[in-house]
């Protein structure tokens, strides 16, 4: 109602804006500031700790793909060799390194006969499938559901001896091999399948003196290559 009727005589009017204090503004700015950098930092500091810690486990347990897929015809030969024939390679079963980034890695399977990969063993995997299905269609036993469990029966054996690989290193106190180390190790067993596979569709009885065969060779393989990560990788 007053406010209307304008400033009254002998009565001072209040300020309408109060004068800022310097003081008061440059402590609330100086105060915002710290916590603005202590939170800052301490967030960096947790997230990059964080990330380093992601990025050494997935280093540590899954590696790099690609390193996997790195080979030649050269290399395939020879590993292929390693694998069916193991008591005929004499170097040595120790895996090559070389220094990148100030620290040593493991040279890729083009340039290593005893670095893992993942080609041999998907594609022996899938000429297992293929061999196999093939050897029921000349037996008259043929159908798309006995594929489908051939290749499900195929990837859960394959799901049977990594987790067995792995629980064997733990209980022998290393568990720190890559699980696509695991993989590809445990993957080479279908090369023995396929060459059993093969002899029975040429000989029907062929397959119960190359399945023993290829079974005491990939024997030997494993136990030459788990003897090498425990004893010089670890």
């Given at each position: ?10 009565v001072?009017?209040p ?5 800022p204090?310097?003081f008061?503004?440059s402590?609330y700015?100086a105060?915002?500031g710290l916590?603005?950098g202590g939170l800052g930092?301490?967030?960096e500091?947790?997230l ?7 990025q050494?486990?997935?280093s540590?347990?899954f590696?790099?793909?690609q390193y ?13 060799k390693?694998v069916?024939?193991p008591?005929?390679h ?9 220094p990148v980034?100030g620290?040593l890695?493991y040279?890729?399977p ?10 041999i063993?998907f594609m022996?995997?899938g000429?297992y499938?293929?061999l196999?299905?093939?050897s029921?269609?000349l037996?008259g036993k043929f ?6 469990w051939?290749f ?6 394959w799901?049977?001896?990594v987790?067995?690989?792995?629980v064997t290193?733990?209980s022998?106190g290393s568990g720190?091999?890559p ?11 279908f090369?023995g399948?396929c ?8 000989w ?5 003196f190359l ?14 290559t ?9």
């Open positions: 109602m007053y406010n209307n009727l304008g400033a009254q005589p002998g001072p009017r300020p309408t804006n109060p004068q204090n310097p008061g503004n402590f700015g105060g915002s916590i603005r930092a301490y967030g500091k947790i990059g700790s964080s990330s380093e810690y992601v050494s486990n997935i540590r347990y590696s790099d793909p996997y897929f790195q080979v030649n015809d050269q290399y395939v030969r020879n590993k292929l390693v069916l024939l008591f005929l004499r170097g040595h079963w120790t895996r090559i390194t070389e980034g620290r890695s040279k890729p083009i340039y290593d006969i005893n670095a893992p990969d993942l080609y063993p022996a995997f000429t499938v293929v196999a299905g093939l029921l269609g037996q159908s798309p559901e006995a594929l489908n051939l499900v029966k195929g990837l859960f054996g799901f049977l001896q987790s067995l690989l792995k290193l733990l022998l720190e091999a699980l696509l180390d695991m993989l590809a190790y445990a993957g080479y067993a090369t399948m060459l059993a596979v093969l002899g029975k569709m040429i029907r009885y062929s397959y119960y399945m023993p065969w290829t079974c005491l060779c990939m024997g030997v393989f494993l136990v030459k788990m003897k090498r990560v425990l004893f010089a990788e670890c």
